[in-house]
């Protein structure tokens, strides 16, 4: 008898269908509308338009909703804090709201209560503060970037004028506002026209990463590298920290922030003098130039940096502060903490926020908590604050209340709820309605605040029209120079962490797992130090430091960066959380015993050693083995005039393997080195589009991180080169050869794609790739827990442990657009799939499209003299191709 | 030296054959008496309804209540709502219709039981299949002769392939899509649909990515 392997397969499906003992597919339910919703397609997701803030402004969303559920957050172009591009904490922020360990119930004193005791409690403090016009009432928020919430709390403070409002926000804008104080005379925020400028020099001012206006200046940065001798810019950059403005700059200077600040004190009073400072200013003179001020530098540098600015005629704009806070925030925390211990303080309302961790270490706040008789704290989750305050109070997450934000412009956009709260949460809009007596629902006050506009356009829209600030033109006044201090010894550098932010995001398993863009750490912080520096003290990466400062010490593990300031260690904010949740306590280590009020970014060290033990830091680029290699290319500006090809293409003329036959679309995708900031929104957009999980610091140490796209970087020939690196989908591609299951395809328009189902997990295909781009699932990654399975996306399998997966150019997108397109009898338009990379990239260095289609965006890109493939030489023919990086050093300056 | 006897061997060997045999033939016909892969082809639902009664005897149109079938994916199951239009005037104390109305009262959705299931890895979508021509009844059969609908088609991959692979066969002209009585039109027709309706080359059908991703 003659059987098939086939028949052999089912006959071995049936005994072990058998075995289970008669078992049938489950029954499912299938659960129509008992009232349909209008306008909703069950299958067909739709778009609304929001705002989310993280770094004290909005940028503008649109959040896609799968039948009620909010799966990923895309950028919305008309938005001027987003121009269509999304943060990561952007892309992160949907994991935040279906977080299982949100706080989901009222709390005193750490138990369980109602939400009427609450209110009975509160309104029974209030009748008390009244009488007394409000003298005990203290109120604390982080910067308030609503409107609705602002004119709220002016109403309070009129109601109850003894009163007081106070502001926290570990990201603060204090010395660019003090700065403008000092300059003239009020606060002021500048707002950057980087593109109309072609010499801009950034005295350690991240504004790629935490800067209010970051997507917007990445995005003008990206449009200033146009790589044409007469209108390509020129980055200059002092830092004291790795940024990401940093590793761009064409002239990079790394040196401790006293430093930077004697630096522009010289540059300021004799630019002459110096070589360096002379080539510079002329420049600057020259090309419009811009100077940036970070908020690292004190107030009197901003204050000078303002009037150089004025004197080059650069493209700054100033305008209000979008949080018209007339105080500093270290001072207004200083005065809560200092009425609290001295006791004055009867009701306390923290709106958001986690002072119980992050205010500074000199003020004690925790234990002038502890005084204050009633304490009230609303956030997302029962975090350190939360445990010492009287009552805590869960918030809403940005996508399940109504509420108003400002971009960074002060452009004013609507944010609206895409689900109802999941945990029955209270909103910011509604909490300060109660102290004012006058109960009502967010919805209710942003209507309010909002009457005159037409409501449905600017729902629609992402934008309220019109409501950018007004440039202001002020008059400089003479600033008082001092003398600058002299550097400590050693000094520690403290920054906001590109991933948790100030540590609200501690929680976020993708943020925790996102390689921070300098060191490639994941799952915590490290002491970054440079390489001599090291040296001295005898360490390398991964041995604890203890870093003594006047009054605090801290253990950290060292991570040496090349091109750090020497006798500095930078180390992030965020880390070492008590009551983050399962995910984020433990990873990293606290820096904020470091942070004082008088000074915030930076402490001086008194110690610095050795403890003589080590931690393991995951980190996903072991570098040392493929630095050198030329992988990431660069060329300098003046060697591009006049090339056909910056770089030679390495592709062997003939392959054993015969040419696959296209016949239709041709995907590709083209990556630009020269506008890629290194930002990673795009591994994190994947990861939200893909289903892509996480996997933990441990796996992460074991090399098996599960991200598709990945973001390399490389220290080559003095600069931080990024590169991002997603499948290939090479034409002759050495995964396919390999397989003994043929799980690997090659499908007819180009796609190198992985079933799932035949994947019998023996990771050939992975070990022959040499991009090393195939993730395998060695345990089951994917959980389906509630509720965080509700976040997945329904177009994209969820896979299972034992199979490998790689990116597959979004294949769920390129179908939603050829179905579109075949039901038109139409062939799909070029730009009309965008990838989930591609739409997150605030600098636009992806693009993707029809190579068959000359005219199309890729094709473009691909014809540019910058194209390069990567490990061409391997004659894999990648559709993913390059742009190499452009630098356009200064002819006068031999760093470069 | 024989430790068995050549007749010993002989029996042995045929027996072995015979246990062989045994064992294919038991598994083959056990095979075909187990539930079919797709789950049950007729389960029971909350509410007898009858697509005979509805389609074949009032005429009502497929799209009346699966209403997204040429936007989505998804066909779209009727909410109660949909249901009531009619039933709030006809049959309207029918002990059958118990559940219905409970739910229109407390506004708790039917739970029905799915009788086409897919695995999670396949990616069906209704609305190309029928822009594409490809009518309802090639697949569900003719629900207007079902007093209880069923499943007719075994919706695996291979039952999926054989249209993909031979498209023209089961295409019918645009108008008559919805259409349950209307015979397949003749080969020629057919044909001609395959460029009118621009159906994409077998290669593009049969890669794993049509359905897969």
């Known amino acids: 008898m003659k059987l098939s392997r086939r028949d052999f397969l089912k006959l071995s499906a049936a005994s072990a269908a058998l075995a289970s003992a008669g078992c049938s597919a489950p029954r499912e ?112 928020t982080p910067t308030v970037v609503s409107p609705t919430l602002q004119s709220q709390l002016v109403e309070l403070a009129a109601r109850l004028p003894e009163a007081r409002v106070h502001r926290w926000d570990p990201l603060n804008r204090d010395a660019t506002h003090e700065g403008a104080r000092l300059a003239f005379g009020r606060a002021l925020e500048p707002i950057y026209r980087l593109e109309d400028s072609r010499a801009v020099l950034s005295l350690d001012c991240r504004f790629m990463e935490d800067e209010p206006g970051r997507l917007n200046y990445i995005r003008q940065y990206a449009r200033s590298r146009s790589p044409k001798p007469q209108s390509m810019g020129r980055l200059y950059v002092l830092e004291s920290a790795p940024s990401l403005a940093g590793a761009m700059a064409d002239h990079c200077y790394a040196m401790p922030l006293a430093e930077i600040e004697r630096w522009l004190l010289a540059f300021a009073n004799a630019p002459a003098a110096d070589r360096t400072m002379r080539a510079i200013a002329d420049d600057l003179k020259k090309n419009r130039g811009l100077i940036l001020a970070g908020e690292g530098l004190s107030p009197w540098a901003h204050a000078l940096v303002y009037r150089l600015n004025h004197e080059l005629g650069a493209p700054v704009a100033l305008i209000d502060p979008i949080d018209p806070y007339p105080q500093p925030h270290a001072q207004s925390i200083s005065d809560l903490a200092q009425a609290m211990h001295a006791g004055e303080v009867e009701l306390l309302v923290i709106v958001e926020g986690n002072p119980g961790y992050d205010a500074p270490a000199d003020l004690d706040f925790a234990a002038g908590l502890a005084r204050v008789p009633l304490s009230v704290h609303l956030s997302l989750y029962d975090d350190e604050t939360s445990a010492r305050c009287t009552w805590h109070l869960p918030a809403t997450h940005y996508l399940e209340h109504w509420s108003d934000a400002r971009a960074f412009d002060g452009t004013a956009a609507i944010v609206q709820p895409l689900i109802a709260p999941l945990y029955g949460g209270v909103s910011p809009h509604e909490i300060v309605s109660l102290l004012l007596r006058r109960p009502q629902s967010g919805y209710e006050s942003v209507r309010g605040r909002w009457k005159a506009i037409d409501w449905e356009a600017a729902l629609r829209k ?235 610091k441990d796996e992460v140490i074991a090399g098996r991180e599960m991200h598709w796209i990945r973001v390399d970087r490389y220290f080559e020939d003095r600069r931080t080169l990024f590169m991002p690196v997603p499948c290939m989908h090479c034409e002759n591609a050495p995964c396919e050869y390999v397989c003994p299951v043929g799980a690997p395809v090659h499908d007819s328009e180009g796609l190198n794609l992985q ?142 | 030296m024989q430790v068995f006897s050549p007749v010993a061997v002989l029996f042995l060997k045929i027996a072995a054959l015979a246990g062989v045999a045994a064992i294919t033939v038991g598994a083959t016909a056990l095979y075909k008496f187990l539930p079919a892969p797709g789950g049950e082809v007729s389960p029971a639902q909350p509410i007898p309804f009858s697509h005979q009664h509805h389609v074949g005897d009032d005429g009502i149109d497929c799209r009346y209540c699966h209403y997204s079938v040429e936007k989505s994916s998804f066909a779209g199951i009727p909410a109660t709502q949909v249901c009531m239009t009619c039933h709030s005037q006809l049959f309207t104390d029918a002990p059958v219709l118990a559940p219905l109305r409970e739910s229109a009262r407390t506004g708790q959705p039917l739970r029905w039981t799915r009788v086409h299931k897919l695995p999670g890895f396949v990616f069906f979508d209704h609305s190309i299949h029928v822009a594409k021509g490809v009518g309802c009844v090639e697949c569900h059969g003719r629900v207007d002769k079902m007093p209880r609908i069923r499943r007719v088609a075994s919706l695996e991959m291979q039952w999926c392939l054989g249209c993909h692979r031979d498209p023209a066969p089961h295409l019918r002209p645009p108008a008559e899509v919805f259409d349950l009585a209307a015979p397949r039109p003749g080969r020629d027709v057919q044909d001609g649909l395959m460029k009118t309706l621009h159906i994409a080359s077998v290669r593009r059908l049969t890669d794993c990515s049509t359905c897969h991703r």
């Open chain 1, 29 to 140: 339910p299938i659960v129509p509308y008992a009232m349909q919703p209008e306008m909703t397609l069950p299958g067909v997701p739709r778009f609304y338009a929001s705002a989310a803030s993280f770094v004290g402004a909005a940028e503008g969303v649109l959040v896609e909703s799968n039948t009620g559920r909010p799966t990923k957050v895309e950028g919305n172009a008309a938005h001027p804090g987003s121009l269509g591009a999304t943060s990561v904490h952007g892309q992160a922020s949907v994991l935040q709201l279906w977080d299982p360990e949100r706080s989901q119930a009222p709390r005193r004193m750490r138990q369980p209560a109602a939400r009427e005791q609450f209110e009975s409690e509160l309104n029974e403090a209030l009748v008390r503060l009244e009488a007394r016009r409000g003298a005990g009432l203290r109120v604390l």
């Open chain 1, 755 to 896: 079933v799932y189902n035949r994947c019998v997990g023996t990771r050939f295909c992975s070990q022959n790739c040499p991009y090393k781009v195939r993730r395998f699932n060695f345990l089951q990654y994917s959980k389906d827990d509630e509720p965080l399975k509700a976040q997945k996306n329904p177009e994209v399998t969820v896979r299972m442990r034992g199979v490998m997966e790689k990116c597959t150019y979004c294949l769920q997108r390129i179908t939603r657009a050829r179905i579109e397109a075949d039901k038109e009898n139409r062939r799909m338009r070029d730009g009309e799939v965008v990838t989930a990379c591609q739409a997150a990239c605030p600098a636009g260095a992806i693009v993707f499209g029809d190579l068959a289609d000359e005219q199309s965006q890729v094709a473009l890109a691909k014809r540019s003299p910058l194209k390069y493939d990567l490990l061409a030489e391997l004659n894999t023919r990648p559709r993913t191709s390059y742009e190499g990086r452009v630098v356009n050093p200064n002819p006068e300056l031999d760093n470069g």
């Open chain 1, 462 to 696: 992402g934008v309220v029209e019109n409501t950018a600030f007004p440039p202001v033109k002020a008059a400089l006044r003479t600033v008082a120079l001092p003398t600058p201090k002299e550097p400590a010894a050693w000094s520690v550098r403290l920054v906001p962490d590109s991933s948790v932010l100030d540590g609200r995001f501690a929680n976020n398993a993708w943020l925790q797992e996102l390689p921070r863009p300098d060191t490639k750490i994941t799952w915590g912080n490290a002491a970054l130090i440079s390489a001599d520096s090291a040296r001295q003290l005898e360490v390398e990466s991964g041995d604890v430091l203890e870093i003594n400062t006047h009054g605090a010490t801290i253990h950290v593990p060292a991570c040496v960066v090349p091109g750090h300031p020497e006798k500095s260690v930078t180390i992030a904010l965020g880390y070492g959380r008590a009551r983050a949740g399962r995910v984020g306590n433990g990873a990293g280590c606290d820096a904020y015993p470091l942070r004082l009020s008088d000074s915030l970014w930076s402490a001086d060290a008194t110690s610095i050693h050795k403890t003589g033990s080590r931690q393991a830091l995951a980190t996903t680029q072991n570098h040392a083995r493929m630095e050198g290699r030329g992988h990431a290319k660069h060329i300098a500006l003046a060697d591009l005039i006049g090339q056909a090809r910056a770089f030679e293409d390495e592709t062997p003329e003939h392959s054993l393997y015969p040419a696959w036959p296209y016949d239709s679309y041709r995907w590709a995708m083209s990556i630009n080195l020269n506008t890629c900031v290194g930002c990673n929104a795009c591994t994190i957009a994947c990861q939200a589009e893909n289903n892509i999980p996480t996997v933990g």
